[in-house]
């Protein structure tokens, strides 16, 4: 079974500074795709970045990077330039390349401190 | 260019009572996933279907719950007999294909249920 981990309940940063989040995973598969969602107060789910297992590149997205270590299943977050609008829950998810469903892990609250 | 749309975003239901949430796709997308969240918690994957067939089931509760997205019309999630249990949020996603060539899923702002 697909699990995803996210051990950090709580993160804060102060404004300008850079924080990583983390992320474990638990998978058989060799094929499969990694994500970072950002939920804001508002709810709505915003992909923030995608990795695909095949790639060793890192992902990054302007101020999102990834670090992806497949070996140890491992898949953090870090953002840069920490803006008060990256304020939200952060959920990273697993899907399979021929899987129907995301695993999400149960998320971590990012505080910016202006 | 309107994304996933969910109606209402906010539900309230007496205990016993039906709960029907919608769940239009983004325009051209055939693929939709229904997810609950529990407070404190991440999305669980509850349903996947495509027009008019349900694939995979496997995280849909096997009593109360259904799902249905036909021909025409949005994609519905319905519970029967509401129990306060069943208060969460209920998010859709929709996608243009299924897994491969990793189509992300986007997600709609969600349902939020309240049992009383």
């Known amino acids: 079974a697909q699990t995803v981990t996210q051990s950090q309940p709580e993160m804060s940063v102060q404004e300008a500074e850079t924080v990583t989040l983390s992320c474990t995973y638990d998978?058989?598969?060799?094929?499969?795709?990694l994500f970072w969602y950002k939920q804001p107060p508002s709810r709505q789910m915003i992909l923030v970045i995608r990795?695909?297992?095949?790639?060793?590149q890192n992902a990054t997205e302007n101020r999102f990077s990834v670090n992806f270590q497949k070996a140890a299943k491992s898949f953090s977050l870090k953002i840069s330039d920490s803006q008060l609008g990256d304020a939200a829950m952060y959920f990273c998810?697993?899907?399979?390349?021929?899987?129907?469903?995301?695993?999400f892990g149960t998320g971590t609250s990012l505080t910016v401190i202006p | 260019n309107a994304g996933v749309m969910q109606n209402p975003r906010h539900l309230v239901r007496r205990r016993g009572q039906e709960a029907r949430l919608r769940c239009s796709p983004v325009k051209g997308h055939s693929h939709v996933y229904w997810y609950r969240q529990l407070p404190e918690e991440g999305l669980k994957f509850m349903v996947y279907l495509q027009k008019e067939n349900i694939i995979d089931e496997s995280g849909m509760p096997k009593e109360r719950f259904s799902a249905e997205f036909p021909k025409e019309g949005p994609s519905i999630l319905r519970i029967q007999q509401v129990v306060r249990g069943d208060s969460a949020a209920y998010f859709c996603?929709?996608?243009?294909?299924?897994?491969?060539?990793?189509?992300?899923?986007?997600f709609g702002p969600g349902t939020r249920l309240t049992v009383t």
């Open positions: 998978t058989s598969e060799s094929d499969y795709y």
């Open positions: 990795q695909e297992a095949y790639k060793q």
């Open positions: 998810a697993y899907r399979r390349n021929t899987g129907n469903q995301f695993y």
């Open positions: 996603a929709s996608s243009p294909k299924q897994g491969g060539n990793g189509y992300e899923q986007y």
